[in-house]
């Protein structure tokens, strides 16, 4: 196996994290890695807003029905906002962007979790997550909350995922 497809296969989702902080180099490195992969035109529509200090997170938690209960043990969480009045990919956009963090946290040895925010209600009935967040962070409307990814540190790694276990089923050769 090839060192990327390794530390792909290693990548979980990680929702509960250890009571220790996570360094400003890795977050750094998160935040680049965030922002290296492609974007429709080259446009990078996003921001990202860091967030470290504990009320903030746990005021973030009510912005998923039911609780955002990863954030309960986050030691950090970067929104990843997209300008709709800028680019209309900014989903895929801020997709890319989550997905090369989520994978430099797990390649950093940190847990990390997708948090999705677009589209879904808050624990406040009648407001969405997206608006809740808003509140608690104050962006602009045409910036457009994707997800949230928290992070923390972890005392374990998961279980990988197994790549020789992948369903070969979807892949079609030539035509469906
Ligand atoms: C678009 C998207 C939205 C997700 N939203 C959430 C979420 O709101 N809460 C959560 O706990 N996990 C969320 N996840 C993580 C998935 O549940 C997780 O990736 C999936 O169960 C597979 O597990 P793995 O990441 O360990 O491979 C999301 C992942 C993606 C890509």
């Known amino acids: 196996m090839n060192d990327l497809l390794k ?10 994290y250890a009571d220790r902080d996570v360094s400003d180099a ?26 470290r200090d504990p009320q ?34 900014w989903i895929e956009d ?5 997905t090369q ?12 979790c997708w948090l999705q925010i677009r589209l879904r209600p808050s624990d406040t009935e009648g407001k969405s997550a997206e608006d809740f967040a808003r509140d608690v962070l104050g962006f602009p409307k045409n910036n457009r909350l994707e997800a949230i ?5 972890i005392d374990e790694a998961p279980e990988p995922h197994d790549p020789d276990a992948l369903d070969d089923g979807v892949i079609h050769q030539e035509k469906w």
Do not use: N
């Not at 530390?7 to 509960?16: E, G, H, L, Q, Y």
């Not at 029905?65 to 986050?74: N, R, S």
């Not at 801020?94 to 989550?98: I, K």
């Open 7 to 16: 530390a792909m296969s290693a990548r979980r989702s990680v929702r509960t």
């Open 101 to 112: 963090m989520h994978l430099m946290a797990s390649y950093l040895g940190l847990g990390s």
């Open 56 to 89: 903030t997170i746990q005021k973030l938690v009510g912005c998923r029905k039911g609780g955002a209960k990863m954030l309960t043990t986050a030691k950090a969480a970067i929104a990843v906002l997209g300008d709709e009045d800028r680019s209309d990919t």
């Open 94 to 98: 801020d997709a890319v962007a989550m």
């Open 149 to 153: 990814l928290a992070l923390g540190p």
């Open 26 to 51: 890795d977050l750094d490195a998160i935040l680049k890695a965030g922002r290296l992969g492609p974007s429709g035109k080259g446009i990078k529509p996003y921001d990202f807003i860091v967030i």
